[in-house]
């Protein structure tokens, strides 16, 4: 039987995951296709890793090592969910819940002395970050808004701030000694093997990372950001946001960029509140507070620290805040600071959101102002630099008016800044780094001082060659012209523009317009487009791709979440993503307080449809075909109807907008006439999710404004979730009937 494999991973993407994959598998049966599900969520991965703490009935196999054997096979075909990429404080939380739930899992170390302590840190830190995405991007990615989502924005346009001519909105980053300025860049000649080692003053050497294999035509890179040039810098935005009269944020990606974006967030906490770790920095590091996990960490560990020393920090953090800029907030109504916790403030996400909103973020008085945004390192704050002078020139944009930006991304086997995560190291001496290959010969080496941030990145030659391959393929498709975001003065992107150049030569670029711009140029350039109403395709590297994969889907579409993204995987199968889970801890708190999740599932639809057009063309599965054919219709009409969940209790919520999907799906079945049979089969179903609508609606609705309990956020009890997730028991009897 043909299969297709739905990822169970966390929050508001989960918990609508029981509504919609009981619709998804009584709907796949009547094609023969089997829906299994894998667990990779956060909980589901500590406990995977684990299994020797564990009861036998706890443990469970490793679904994410499983589901990456699966996607170098021709035959995968995996529907992946936003998962959580995890901070240091979500780990943390996450294995508290599991305790709690009867789990004997050792705690987190936060400075691991013993064998046993090392270890467990070890397996911990291998789930931290952006664990799960570099093991299934087996391929580069093809993000594009579909028609019937940007016909959609058209006819139903988003909310979009004004921007004012004089906004003091601007973006900060540094112009030396950090990640992009100190980059260096080899090609390798040939397959071998090479290591990371630090070599201190007196000549000894200290292996980093042991050998490790590289293969011919393969980029690799080594830099650093230096400690004392980031101090430097960020005192002096501290101080300019005070003199300028805006809020100071800072946006970084410390989910993914698991190692050296929560050390950087640690330098701007210390920077914002300098008396605080000049008087207390020894005792807080000591009760094992530190300021990587933020002002919330250090806040909720105060009961750790003695009752004088408490006292102290409490005034020095009070007068700190008081003393600076105006911090942005996360959460103005309850104190929830830009630097309370790492994971809040995602810059990918944050960024856009802000531009969306007249280049404002809410401070401390529950009032939107102009912002400071510091992006510490230089390699890509140009891109959103370039977007606001663009809209303090020109204005807001048009959703109904602009065009679209796809992407066409280079990911595939942890390509870039993405796998980084192993390769990179804060500096405990002073010294040099180096990269060295097989025979001794060191090919990369920086001087380093304490504290410094130093890392490695690999690009293999295999994705390059695809990625360039799906650009040219996009953009004779489309016939849209095609952008390479790649800067020649940058040590890794003058590399590629080597290979970029080489490998267009195979391809029929006739006709074709594909040009090589920096970040910078590139987006003025698309927007310049964008205005007119023009289309362009944005092709880029993994961090890049990240960044403009939210940056302009919010800005066309109002989300990210509606885009279709399609990984083709280098062996064949696919990989089908269901856009990003950034909302989804604001998602679970409405439905935990007032059981209405307004979570958006259209990623799914459209995933789901992709998937089942990628069965029948690689399983000759004709049914299948039919399916995704009439799914695209009925999530055509899904949109024109209006069906999306609301923000409002008492109105339709993610449970509602899949009834639709179900029913608008039955009626384009029961109306095609290429397979009599599956016509008839859901002539019944149609005619009977029409028929009692109103029922059904009624019993989704009628759950509405009271409490639930999942027993859990992170790992909620199965069966409760799937009851609050499926009130309705006419909808069940028809989806019952359909699957018997």
């Known amino acids: 039987m043909a299969k297709i494999v739905y990822t169970h991973t966390d929050e508001a993407p989960m918990l609508a995951t029981y509504s919609f994959l009981p619709i998804v598998e009584a709907f796949a049966s009547t094609a023969g296709v089997e829906i299994q599900t894998r667990d990779i969520s956060l909980s589901g991965r500590i406990i995977s890793v684990f299994g020797d703490y564990l009861s036998e009935d706890q443990r469970t196999p490793d679904a994410l090592a499983e589901l990456g054997q699966l996607a170098n096979s021709p035959e995968a075909n995996i529907i992946k969910l936003p998962n959580i990429s995890a901070s240091a404080p979500q780990l943390k939380a996450a294995v508290a819940e599991l305790q709690g739930q009867g789990y004997d899992l050792p705690d987190y170390p936060d400075d691991p002395a013993t064998d046993v302590e090392k270890d467990v840190r070890a397996r911990y830190d291998k789930i931290k970050g952006s664990a799960v995405n570099p093991v299934l991007r087996e391929g580069n990615s093809d993000r594009r808004a579909p028609l019937s989502v940007k016909n959609y924005a058209r006819k139903h346009p988003h909310s979009m701030g004004a921007w004012s001519a004089d906004s003091k909105t601007n973006v900060a980053h540094m112009s030396a000694e950090d990640f992009r300025s100190n980059e260096k860049s080899v090609l390798i000649p040939e397959a071998g093997s090479i290591k990371i080692q630090f070599v201190a003053e007196d000549g000894t050497a200290t292996v980093l990372k042991d050998s490790f294999p590289v293969l011919a035509g393969e980029v690799v890179d080594g830099t650093v950001l230096r400690a004392a040039a980031l101090e430097e810098f960020l005192a002096a935005q501290i101080s300019r946001a005070k003199e300028e009269n805006v809020l100071f944020s800072v946006h970084l990606k410390a989910t993914m960029m698991k190692v050296s974006d929560p050390i950087i967030f640690?330098?701007?906490?210390?920077?914002?509140?300098?008396?605080?770790?000049?008087?207390?920095?020894?005792?807080?590091?000591?009760?094992?507070?530190?300021?990587?996990?933020?002002?919330?960490?250090?806040?909720?560990?105060?009961?750790?620290?003695?009752?004088?020393?408490?006292?102290?920090?409490?005034?020095?953090?009070?007068?700190?805040?008081?003393?600076?800029?105006?911090?942005?907030?996360?959460?103005?109504?309850?104190?929830?600071?830009?630097?309370?916790?790492?994971?809040d403030v995602i810059v990918d996400a944050s960024m856009p959101a802000m531009i969306r909103t007249s280049g404002k973020m809410w401070g401390p008085d529950g009032k939107a102002a102009d912002t400071l945004a510091v992006i510490p390192d230089s390699s890509y704050a140009g891109v959103y630099q370039a977007v606001i002078d663009d809209c303090r020139a020109h204005g807001a944009y048009d959703p109904t008016t602009m065009g679209t930006v796809p992407n066409v991304g280079l990911m595939a086997q942890a390509a870039e800044e993405y796998g980084s995560h192993d390769k990179t190291f804060e500096i405990q001496a002073a010294g040099s780094v180096q990269i060295v290959d097989a025979s001794g010969a060191v090919l990369i080496e920086h001087q380093v001082s304490p504290g410094d941030i130093w890392r490695a990145c690999q690009t293999k030659d295999l994705p390059i060659r695809d990625w360039v391959k799906l650009a040219v393929t996009r953009a004779r498709a489309s016939q849209t012209p095609a952008v390479f975001w790649l800067d020649k003065g940058r040590a890794h992107d003058a590399k590629l523009i080597e290979k970029v150049t080489e490998y267009l030569r195979d391809h029929d670029t006739e006709g074709l317009q594909i040009r090589i711009m920096t970040p910078e140029d590139a987006t003025t350039f698309t927007l310049g487009r964008l205005r007119k109403g023009e289309d362009t395709i944005s092709v880029s590297g993994n961090v890049l791709r990240d960044y403009l994969t939210d940056l302009f889907p919010i800005l066309e579409l109002g989300t990210s979440a509606k885009m279709l993204s399609i990984v083709p995987l280098i062996n064949g199968g696919g990989l089908f993503e269901t856009g990003a889970g950034g909302s989804a801890p604001k998602h679970v708190q409405q439905l935990l307080k007032e059981n209405h999740l307004r979570w958006d599932s259209l990623g799914e639809f459209l995933a789901l449809a992709v998937s089942f057009e990628h069965l029948a063309t690689s399983t000759g599965n004709a049914r299948a075909r039919i399916l995704a054919d009439t799914l695209?219709?009925?999530?055509?009409?899904?949109?024109?109807?209006?069906?999306?969940?609301?923000?409002?209790?008492?109105?339709?919520?993610?449970?509602?907008?899949?009834?639709?999907?179900?029913?608008?799906?039955?009626?384009?079945?029961?109306?095609?006439?290429?397979?009599?049979?599956?016509?008839?089969?859901?002539?019944?179903?149609?005619?009977?999710?029409?028929?009692?609508?109103?029922?059904?609606?009624?019993?989704?609705?009628?759950?509405?404004?009271?409490?639930?309990?999942?027993?859990?956020?992170?790992?909620?009890?199965?069966?409760?979730?799937?009851?609050?997730m499926r009130p309705s028991a006419k909808l069940n009897e028809v989806l019952a009937g359909l699957s018997a």
Not at 277 to 296: C, E, H, I, T
């Open 632 to 724: 695209d219709r009925a999530t055509g009409t899904f949109l024109l109807e209006n069906k999306s969940p609301s923000r409002k209790v008492g109105e339709l919520d993610n449970r509602g907008s899949h009834f639709y999907l179900a029913q608008y799906w039955a009626q384009e079945l029961a109306q095609q006439d290429d397979d009599a049979e599956l016509a008839a089969a859901f002539a019944a179903v149609a005619e009977a999710l029409t028929a009692n609508e109103e029922t059904i609606v009624a019993q989704l609705l009628a759950v509405q404004g009271s409490p639930v309990d999942l027993a859990g956020y992170y790992r909620p009890d199965a069966a409760l979730a799937a009851a609050v």
């Open 266 to 343: 640690g330098h701007v906490v210390k920077a914002f509140l300098p008396e605080l770790f000049a008087r207390f920095g020894d005792k807080l590091a000591a009760a094992g507070l530190s300021p990587n996990n933020g002002l919330a960490s250090i806040l909720n560990g105060l009961d750790a620290l003695p009752a004088d020393v408490r006292e102290g920090v409490t005034a020095a953090i009070t007068a700190g805040l008081a003393e600076g800029p105006a911090l942005a907030m996360v959460d103005s109504d309850k104190g929830v600071t830009n630097l309370h916790a790492p994971s």
